[in-house]
């Protein structure tokens, strides 16, 4: 049987009063007895010492005059209180009626220390305080008898609050509890209806946030910031997946028109060969459009795992600068480098920073018209690796320059029709630097070109030994000599 959190705080509620209250009834009852016994002992040694007193004062005038005294001292005592005395010799000196019923025979002390018992006199229990005392060099032995039942009954009268109003007070906390659990509870029902209320089709609906600043409030803001993080997400896969079928669409129809086109009518061997190269052409391009989109969905999922080896930027930067050179030769754009051959380790993937530099530098190739020039440089600056390339291509937009590292992103002049490219290269490029504790960025004035700065940090000298073993670093380090 399934409990509401409702049902379950009254349970946990009702369960611990109960403790509570029969605890604190139990500690009380304790409490009072001890009281009740601390009192009577107390009324009983008190009337024990006025009877010593009375004692020292007339046991000189003789036993007739003791007795007197003693008879006229209990008669004014109220209350039911009584006490008798024993001389020397053991025999009494006085004792009431009570005392012969109950004690037909002396019972003698031993010892001078006040002692305390309880006893039945003339069927009424009674606290006795005893004694024996010395009064002009005799001893006399003193018992003083105070009646509890005014106290016994107090303690019953108490306990039977106890029975009587313990379970009503326990009945009517739970039903205290029950209602406050309600009203406490009543703002997640709320959070409930606002949750089943949201979907994939208004997911920037959110949660009404409670005034109170409390858990509940902590709850519904943390839940408002999780689906502003899905609505994103989905999105952010929305648009992907749009361009992603967009960009695929295009070559795939240009593979099948290729294909239409060759087998429409008979044609020649050379013919057939333009068709087939035009159609290898579209699918390496597809090819590479496709496996891009499998990076970055990896990297969405979080399973794209890069490797963080020890290695030296020189040489990564050196096959770059050559591939780049070849791109910029093809479209007649000067390439310059300026790469010193720094024995300085970093930890990163060697096939992820290659790819990162040749998409910036594939970048400013495609966007540099022919005459113009691209410059590569590396430098170190404190605990990081500096790599900047520059060209003199169209530049980007201010208002588009905060966009381009989005995918699929295209600006009317960077990302112009008649240029290729999916628009994800610099998104890769970001991704990768990020990973390797690093960061990316542009700087570009309209018609006058673009900087791409990306910061890589260092490691620590510890590695550069690791790093001297491998032979490209032994290549290195002999060319610095």
């Known amino acids: 049987m399934k409990f509401t959190i409702r049902a379950r705080l009254t349970m946990l509620y009702f369960l611990v009063l109960t403790a509570s209250f029969t605890a604190f009834f139990f500690i009380c009852d304790i409490g009072f007895q001890r009281s009740i016994d601390a009192t009577v002992n107390d009324a009983s040694r008190r009337?024990?010492?006025?009877?010593?007193?009375?004692?020292?004062?007339?046991?000189?005038?003789?036993?007739?005059e003791v007795q007197k005294e003693l008879a006229d001292v209990s008669a004014l005592w109220a209350n039911g209180a009584v006490f008798e005395v024993a001389g020397?010799?053991?025999?009494?000196?006085f004792r009431p009626k009570p005392f012969v019923s109950a004690w037909p025979h002396a019972?003698?002390?031993?010892?001078?220390?006040?002692?305390?018992?309880?006893?039945?006199?003339?069927?009424q229990q009674y606290r006795l305080a005893r004694q024996r005392v010395w009064v002009n060099g005799r001893v006399y032995q003193i018992d003083a008898a105070v009646p509890t039942e005014p106290f016994d009954q107090a303690l019953d009268n108490f306990r039977i609050l106890e029975?009587?109003?313990?379970?009503l007070l326990v009945a009517l906390a739970s039903l205290l509890g029950y209602w406050l659990s309600g009203r406490a509870l009543a703002p997640v029902n709320g959070i409930i209806e606002g949750a089943e209320r949201v979907g994939v089709r208004n997911l920037s609906e959110r949660l009404e946030v409670p005034k109170a600043k409390d858990e509940l409030r902590r709850l519904t803001e943390t839940l408002n910031a999780m689906l502003e993080r899905i609505e994103t997400s989905v999105k952010r896969i929305t648009q992907f997946t749009a361009d992603a079928s967009h960009d695929l669409r295009t070559p795939l129809s240009l593979i099948r028109t290729n294909a239409e086109l060759a087998l429409r009518r008979p044609r020649s061997?050379?013919?057939?060969?333009?068709?087939?190269?035009?159609?290898?052409?579209?699918?390496?391009?597809?090819?590479?459009?496709?496996?891009?989109l499998l990076m970055l969905a990896r990297a969405d999922a979080n399973v794209a795992q890069l490797r963080h080896e020890p290695l030296s930027l020189y040489p990564i930067l050196q096959r770059a600068a050559q591939k780049a050179n070849l791109l910029a030769l093809g479209k007649g754009i000067a390439f310059s480098e300026s790469i010193v051959p720094y024995s300085h380790a970093i930890l990163g993937d060697e096939v992820?920073?290659?790819?990162?530099?040749?998409?910036?530098?594939?970048?400013?190739?495609k966007y540099t018209p022919a005459a113009g020039e691209i410059s590569l440089s590396f430098r170190l600056?404190?605990?990081?690796?500096?790599i900047q390339i520059c060209d003199t291509g169209a530049g980007i937009d201010p208002e588009d320059l905060p966009h381009v590292f989005e995918r699929f992103y295209r600006a009317d002049r960077v990302r112009s029709r008649e240029t290729p490219g999916a628009g994800l290269g610099l998104a890769i490029a970001r991704?990768?630097?990020?990973?390797?504790?690093?960061?990316?960025?542009?700087?570009?004035?309209?018609?006058?070109?673009?900087?791409?700065?990306?910061?890589?940090?260092?490691?620590?000298?510890?590695?550069?030994?690791?790093?001297?073993?491998?032979?490209?670093?032994?290549?290195?380090?002999?060319?610095?000599?």
Do not use: C, M
């Open 431 to 481: 991704w990768i630097a990020e990973r390797h504790g690093g960061s990316i960025e542009l700087q570009s004035q309209p018609g006058r070109g673009t900087q791409a700065t990306i910061l890589l940090p260092l490691a620590e000298e510890g590695f550069l030994g690791q790093l001297e073993a491998a032979p490209e670093s032994r290549e290195i380090r002999a060319h610095l000599v």
């Open 47 to 64: 009337n024990l010492e006025i009877v010593h007193r009375v004692l020292d004062d007339s046991v000189g005038k003789g036993l007739p």
């Open 269 to 292: 061997d050379s013919e057939y060969q333009d068709a087939l190269r035009r159609i290898l052409a579209t699918s390496e391009e597809t090819t590479e459009l496709v496996e891009k």
């Open 163 to 167: 029975q009587r109003f313990l379970p």
């Open 352 to 365: 992820a920073l290659q790819r990162l530099f040749l998409s910036v530098l594939d970048n400013a190739v």
């Open 107 to 123: 019972e003698p002390l031993n010892g001078d220390a006040l002692t305390y018992a309880t006893s039945n006199l003339d069927f």
């Open 381 to 386: 600056e404190t605990g990081k690796a500096v």
């Open 88 to 93: 020397p010799n053991g025999q009494w000196v």
